[in-house]
């Protein structure tokens, strides 16, 4: 695709529900990163993938968020026993490969919101 | 860890005037250093970036100099537009980007 495309744009859900937010890298790029931005914040790094293996999972908060990328293109978020505290925006970005000087390709995000 | 401090915001200016954004940073390695731009209903984009000592990025009239020796990459626009009006991060990768808050930028007409 042109770039990188995130869905849903924004999701509501409660709390302790399940939730997946999709990410669709740019084509050919190996390298895709999710990253969860809060309101007035920079993001932060949550996980890394390079082609399908978790290369960094580092960031992830706990054990109920969980990401896949099976075939090494669509990325799949996932979050377990949601929590008001989970609400942000949750960014997924792409790039050619992984390296210091690489330029990373953001999606518009997917606004989650936990009632 | 490795971290990025920026100049908080927010940053009102006068069209024509002078910007300048402080970015600081912490690592242990050789990162390389990146200024993204986020503008009003649009999604992270890459300004500019350097990836050595001494290295100048420059890109729509913005630059910045990695600075080692005082661990600096502080942004600069000689005369802003109001279509600058946007959120600023300074971020650096050492095979992950890590960023600073972000700093709201605002120019009046």
């Known amino acids: 695709g042109a770039g990188v495309s995130q869905t849903p744009s924004n999701k509501v859900t409660e709390k302790g529900k399940y939730v997946e937010l999709r990410c669709d890298p740019i084509?050919?790029?190996?390298?895709l990163y999710w990253y969860r931005q809060s309101l007035g914040q920079g993001p932060e790094f949550l996980i890394y993938?390079?082609?399908?293996?978790?290369?960094?999972d580092s960031g992830l908060p706990n054990d109920r968020f969980f990401a896949v990328r099976p075939e090494g293109s669509v990325s799949t978020l996932k979050i377990q026993r949601t929590e008001r505290g989970d609400s942000a925006v949750y960014l997924c970005?792409?790039?050619?490969?992984?390296?210091?000087?690489?330029?990373?390709?953001f999606g518009q995000g997917t606004r989650l919101t936990v009632v | 860890g490795d971290s990025v401090t920026q100049m908080e915001g927010p940053v009102t200016l006068s069209e024509e005037a002078f910007l300048t954004i402080n970015c600081t940073y912490t690592a242990t390695g050789y990162p390389s250093l990146f200024w993204y731009v986020q503008y009003p209903g649009e999604g992270l984009q890459l300004l500019l970036k350097?990836?050595?000592?001494?290295d100048k990025g420059s890109n729509k009239g913005f630059e910045a100099t990695y600075r080692k020796e005082t661990t600096s990459f502080h942004l600069e626009k000689g005369s802003v537009q109001v279509s600058d009006s946007a959120v600023y991060f300074c971020a650096l990768n050492d095979y992950k980007l890590s960023f600073g808050a972000g700093t709201t930028v605002t120019v009046r007409a």
């Open positions: 970005a792409s790039s050619l490969e992984q390296g210091l000087d690489t330029e990373a390709f």
């Open positions: 350097a990836t050595k000592a001494d």
């Open positions: 993938f390079q082609g399908t293996g978790a290369a960094d």
């Open positions: 084509s050919g790029h190996t390298a």
